[in-house]
């Protein structure tokens, strides 16, 4: 391919993004030559930012905070996983037509069955959270088949409905699978123990912030989970070792699995993940 595939990272803040150099990573295994730009993106200018930017043969877009739910307004088609989420990580152009997609699922379960080894059938899993990031990994953990999902939010109103717009997938995939949302009490968290324990919440990207779980939740847990990466452990997962968790994994590898399927979704083409999974980029 000669020409230049034209691909994008946009949200606000955009400075941190690690997209252009992943997906660069991904390009050069193809020899396929990419211009990735990273722009500054805000929901009033989404709009007239994404027209210029197909209108300009643009392919691929990555859509971060806080631009996830307001660019589905966009698309032509959208995705089931998108559409579960109400909220999507990439949209491109394809046939005419622009497209929404939701990778994070994917990304999650690929970086903890693949890369962790973690198999979520039959276990017991808690979520911290209930704001975009969990709405868009759900979907994906339920196809796995839990035993248990437990959904903990500080506002207790916004986990009870995020289960309620969860609940006709629940009802299709699973009738034996206990669904619980609440609140952050220790009576809550306390009452079971979790296999699984993902961090959701937007507490990691505020140094130093601690959700301030109780230290007895993560006695039995196998793996905690934080969906932000970091290159130091970050408070949660400082906690959860402190606390007894057996593995903790910041979110860097689902971040590098769900630009993988993203670029898939652009190229056609499925790039090696191994390399960026060793080494983060700094
Ligand atoms: P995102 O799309 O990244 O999920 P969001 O929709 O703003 O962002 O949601 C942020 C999540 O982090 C929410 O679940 C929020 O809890 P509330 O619904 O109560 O606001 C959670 N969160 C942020 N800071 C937190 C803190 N210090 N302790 C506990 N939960 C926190």
Redesign the pocket.
């Known amino acids: 391919m000669d020409k230049k595939l034209k691909f994008a990272v946009i949200g606000k803040p955009i400075g941190h993004s690690k997209s252009p150099e992943i997906h660069q990573d991904f390009a050069n295994q193809f020899d396929v030559k990419i211009e990735f730009r990273k722009d500054e993106v805000t929901p009033e200018t989404l709009e007239t930012w994404l027209s210029d930017f197909f209108k300009d043969g643009g392919k691929g877009v990555s859509i971060t905070?806080p631009l996830?739910e307001a660019a589905l307004n966009y698309a032509d088609e959208i995705s089931d996983q998108a559409r579960l989420a109400s909220a999507c990580n990439v949209i491109y152009a394809k046939d005419e037509k622009i497209f929404a997609d939701c990778t994070d699922g994917f990304g999650l379960i690929k970086d903890l069955e693949e890369n962790l080894k973690v198999s979520l059938e039959d276990k017991k899993i808690l979520i911290l959270?209930?704001?975009?990031?969990?709405r868009g990994i759900i979907p994906s953990i339920l196809e796995r088949n839990p035993s248990k999902l437990k959904i903990a939010?500080?506002?207790e109103s916004?986990a009870f409905s995020l289960k309620k717009d969860l609940g006709i997938e629940v009802n299709f995939r699973k009738k034996n699978l206990t669904f619980e949302a609440g609140g952050?009490s220790d009576d809550f968290l306390l009452s079971g123990s979790y296999d699984l324990i993902i961090n959701?919440?937007?507490?990691s990207t505020k140094a130093g912030?601690s959700?301030g779980l109780p230290k007895a939740l993560f006695s039995g847990t196998k793996l905690a989970y934080d969906l932000f990466y970091s290159v130091e452990n970050t408070v949660f997962m400082q906690e959860a070792l402190a606390g007894g968790a057996q593995k903790v994994s910041d979110g860097w590898g689902m971040l590098v699995e769900q630009g993988a399927e993203s670029f898939r979704l652009w190229t056609n083409l499925i790039p090696d993940t191994s390399r960026l999974l060793e080494k983060p980029i700094d």
């Not at 959270?129 to 969990?134: E, R, S």
């Open positions: 905070l996830k959270g209930a704001g975009g990031a969990a939010n500080r506002t916004k952050l959701s919440t937007s507490v912030e959700i």
